[in-house]
């Protein structure tokens, strides 16, 4: 169900049965905007489903925090542009050419393109893999762009991490909100996955200047208080098998 976090930024909680992640919306008072397509056509006609029901209008364009299939594979569905960095771009372009049949992705797990979680969690939320439709992105941008949505701002700000190099926060000064994506989890498609060090230094940087009170990540169930989210990197990192400079 649609969940209110400040007076103009909801979300849609996470799913962890296919791995589908938290979807936001922010609503300005001219133009609103949604936080990620979601894993599937079904992921996003949700969302689209409990924004009608709650009364709120569909979103004029969509952000995209990275290019990993359980935030991207849903952008063919969109009905507005949606809003990538020039990192996230070509990724989505090498996976826009990929085949979708089970031999294809077995080859995928054996060269290490794709890992064993996301290619389990494709076949659960894919009963029919030739439904699945990459595509790039419509509106493509350096490093950083800003929204004026009407009385207020969406920042998308493309941040170096250890998650993956394309990662994007978007930031709502006036609601002092941060939808984080993924970007304080450790790197997944690292074998064993690991921390870099000195990107995770650089996130920690990032996220004690911005200025917001609470933020949101991409797979967990609630909104977290800016000290919640600096300690859950200490956490990260206990937890994590590699650290790399
Ligand atoms: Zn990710
Ligand atoms: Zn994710």
Redesign the pocket.
Known sequence: MLTQITPRCFYLPNDHETDRPCLGYVRGDRFSLMIDAGNSPAHHRLFLNELAAAGLPAPHAIAIT?S?W??TYAMFAAHCPTLVNHKTQEHLQKMSRWAWDLPAMEERLRTREDIRFCHDCILKEYPDLSAIRVVTGDVVYHGSLTLDLGGMYAELLHLENS??DDCTVIHIPEEKLLFLG?IT?DDLHHEPRCIHQSRFDALRQSLISLDFTMALE?HYERACTKEEILASLDEVIAETEAILP
Do not use: E, L, N
């Open positions: 990275h990993h359980d935030h998650h993956a993924d989890c991409g």
